[in-house]
């Protein structure tokens, strides 16, 4: 039988998995977010995660800003990453070049456990850390 969801429990499972984890995090409990840092092979991995009523949300935050000239080229070759990922997708932001990953898990009817909202962490920073080096050089 499936446990019926509310954003306040999927909250609190997602905090507890933090904490059974020993992971740090800054809540904002008035938004339901929270943020982290993880540590990937080479850099540090800025993470924000938010639930709302149907879904939580995982984003990545990259710590460079794509220049203007280069935005339009930089977003062919994310179309190309995105591409050959079976989830999420990777990003930029028009306004400021920022580029990020993300992705969101809809549990409208059903509480996610605390093993799958652990899954879910370990595939969006690995996802991340294994294309951060390509980024990069895709960089003018």
């Not at 093993?115 to 991340?128: H, Q």
Request: overall charge negative; charged content about 30%; proline content about 4%.
């Amino acid at each position: 039988m499936l446990t019926k969801a509310t954003q306040e429990k999927v909250y609190r499972t997602l905090k507890k998995v933090f904490e059974k984890n020993g992971w740090g995090y800054e809540p904002d409990d008035s938004r339901m977010m929270l943020m982290t840092d993880f540590m990937g092979d080479d850099l540090s991995i800025a993470m924000m995660v938010r639930v709302s009523d149907i879904d939580i949300s995982f984003t990545t935050i990259f710590d460079y800003r794509v220049p203007d000239a280069s935005r339009r080229d930089f977003v062919w070759e994310l179309n190309r990453l995105n591409h050959a990922l079976s989830y999420g997708r990777f990003s930029l932001d028009p306004n400021d070049g920022s580029v990020y990953f993300s992705y969101n898990h809809i549990f409208e009817d059903s509480k996610p456990s605390e093993e799958l909202i652990g899954s879910l962490i370990a595939m969006v920073i690995r996802t991340t850390d294994e294309q951060d080096g390509e980024l990069r050089r895709m960089l003018p």
